[in-house]
């Protein structure tokens, strides 16, 4: 099992930027590949970004590219999603999860976190 906390989500405004971080606990955190999901007001969740167990290779989803990076800090057991030019269209929930290889973390995850809200204002 893996328990996994989100914060850092808010209010901002358009152009801005946030950081988010996920902190993990219950199992070594090495040994999980970490992502992020979002989902906004009507719409299916739908995946951002993902690293692998080591922080050597990640994934990001075309609509965010250049603009959101995700890291970790496998010392701290932390992930961490910085987004600059944010957007309207970035306003959602966002879910920090952890998965067995990243391939599944880009799929679906194993375990998910509550969810932190962004809203990005005009």
């Known amino acids: 099992q893996v328990q996994l906390v989100e914060s850092g989500g808010g209010l901002v405004q358009a152009g801005g930027s946030l950081r988010l971080s996920c902190a993990a606990s219950?199992?070594?955190?090495?040994?999980?590949?970490m992502g992020w999901f979002r989902q906004a007001p009507g719409k299916e969740r739908e995946f951002v970004a993902a690293?692998?167990?080591?922080?050597?290779?990640?994934r990001t989803a075309d609509s965010v590219k250049g603009r959101f990076t995700i890291t970790r800090d496998n010392a701290k057991n932390t992930v961490y999603l910085q987004m600059n030019s944010l957007k309207p269209e970035d306003t959602a929930v966002y879910y920090c999860?952890?998965?067995?290889?990243?391939?599944?973390?880009?799929?679906?995850?194993?375990?998910w976190g509550k969810g932190t809200l962004v809203t990005v204002s005009s």
């Open positions: 219950g199992r070594t955190f090495s040994s999980v590949a």
């Open positions: 999860g952890a998965a067995r290889s990243l391939t599944i973390m880009v799929a679906a995850g194993d375990y």
């Open positions: 690293i692998s167990m080591n922080g050597g290779s990640t």
